[in-house]
């Protein structure tokens, strides 16, 4: 999917959470990234608002 990384980062911008560090993979046409996200003011997410960021990026990937 052209851009996936963009539009990943977009869906997570768009949640209010910051992106910390990333491990971008790709194993051939498979893309494995890995995202380790934060509170804007820089705590740990609560179980809901990580709920909320893993349904927003489903929502992109569809």
Avoid at 16 to 35: K, N, Y
């Amino acid at each position: 999917m052209p851009g996936l990384l963009f539009r990943i980062g977009d869906a997570v911008t768009r949640c209010r959470v910051d992106i910390r560090s990333a491990i971008v993979t790709t194993l051939g046409a498979e893309a494995i990234d890995t995202l380790y996200v934060t509170e804007i003011a820089g705590g740990p997410l609560t179980k809901e608002r990580a709920d909320e960021v893993v349904g927003r990026l489903r929502e992109m990937l569809r």
